[in-house]
């Protein structure tokens, strides 16, 4: 039986509570004696339990709204308490692997929308700086080259131009040692400047190479022929040259003239066997080694004139001695004419070189 079943009860009247607690189970054989005390006392008691009944429900109430009250408070100080004084639980939070390979998973997924396009943008920035470096040092490079090789060709055409002067030198009559020996040293410097022209020229595009090859063969070969002929100047100079030799008079000493004209001879002949061969000047050549074998002749008969005191004998064969010379000069001039008039028309068929 609960509370308001048992105010219900004490509420009834007595008639009605035999019929109550029939309904609610309990036995109704008991008599009710109703007497006036009874009566009266009964109603003081349901007064007075009526009154306790509702100040019950009064205290009933005012404990229920209490406990509301309080626990509406608690709950809201806890909550406050819960909200200023617990950190946030997101980071206490463990996560399981799953979260943890799922997060790592989506971190790469964002990584990868622009892990990409920065890959392909670095890639692309790698080529064409690559390219471009490369492209700019092939530049770079041709423009080196082609400035080396112009001014290879520069230097090389200027050296060119002083071949005729050097075949002016080479072939002048008047023969000049200071003047020869120049002429040797720029002859080295033109043959090095082609050999590097010639190797220039190997890697480059040139129009009619074949025209060019052949300019630089006659150029070698002009080069080759000035230096031997000053190689057989300067041997040339050194044979048969008598100077104050031949100037014969009373003083003279037989024994030392027999002398100087021996070591005239013999050195004449040690340079002619010296002399280079060169085409244009077999014929001289030739000439030399005859007019050697007749200044020796002549040397011996003039001692033996001389020994034997036959002086227009001596005299006639001194004439014979230097026109000896003079003849070999002659012939040696005439030769040294032939070649320049030869190679100045080559010189002057040769195209400047690209």
Same mark, same amino acid.
């Given at each position: ?7 219900? $009860?004490?509420?009834?009247?007595? !008639? &009605?509570? /035999? ?7 309990? *036995?109704?054989?008991?008599? %009710? ?109 041709? $423009?080196?080259?082609?400035?080396? !090789? &112009?001014? /290879? ?7 060119? *131009?002083?071949?005729?002067? %050097? ?87 037989i024994d030392d003239l027999a002398n100087e004209l021996s070591l005239i001879g013999a050195k004449s ?86």
């Amino acid at each position: 039986m609960n509370i308001r079943d048992y105010l219900f $009860i004490r509420k009834a009247k007595s !008639s &009605n509570k /035999i019929k109550i607690l029939d309904v609610l189970g309990f *036995e109704s054989d008991t008599t %009710l004696i109703q007497t006036p005390d009874i009566i009266k006392e009964m109603d003081n008691l349901k007064v007075s339990s009526e009154l306790e009944v509702v100040d019950e429900e009064i205290e009933a109430i005012e404990i229920g709204q209490q406990l509301i009250n309080t626990d509406y408070s608690y709950d809201q100080d806890f909550q406050e308490q819960t909200t200023d004084d617990s950190p946030n639980t997101e980071t206490f939070v463990p996560l399981n692997i799953t979260t943890q390979i799922r997060k790592i998973w989506t971190d790469l997924e964002k990584r990868r929308q622009w892990v990409r396009p920065s890959l392909l943008i670095v890639i692309g920035i790698v080529i064409i700086s690559s390219v471009s470096i490369f492209f700019i040092n092939s530049r770079n490079e041709n $423009i080196a080259s082609e400035t080396l !090789s &112009n001014s /290879i060709s520069e230097n090389t055409n200027i050296y060119i *131009e002083k071949l005729p002067e %050097l075949l002016a030198v080479a072939t002048n009559p008047f023969y000049s040692r200071y003047d020869v020996s120049n002429a040797s040293a720029d002859l080295q410097i033109i043959e090095t400047s082609l050999i590097q022209y010639q190797s220039d020229i190997i890697d480059r595009e040139v129009p009619n190479r074949t025209n060019i090859e052949d300019s630089l063969n006659q150029l070698f070969n002009i080069v080759e022929k000035l230096d031997q002929l000053i190689t057989y100047r300067i041997m040339h100079s050194e044979i048969l040259i008598y100077e104050d030799t031949l100037n014969i008079d009373e003083d003279t000493l037989i024994d030392d003239l027999a002398n100087e004209l021996s070591l005239i001879g013999a050195k004449s002949n040690l340079n002619g066997d010296t002399l280079p061969k060169i085409e244009e000047f077999n014929d001289h050549k030739q000439l030399v080694n005859s007019a050697l074998i007749t200044a020796q002749d002549l040397h011996g008969r003039l001692v033996a004139s001389l020994r034997n005191n036959e002086t227009e004998v001596a005299n006639t064969l001194i004439s014979a001695i230097e026109l000896n010379k003079k003849s070999e000069i002659s012939f040696f001039n005439d030769s040294l004419l032939n070649f320049q008039s030869k190679y100045e028309s080559i010189l002057e068929n040769i195209e400047k070189l690209p």
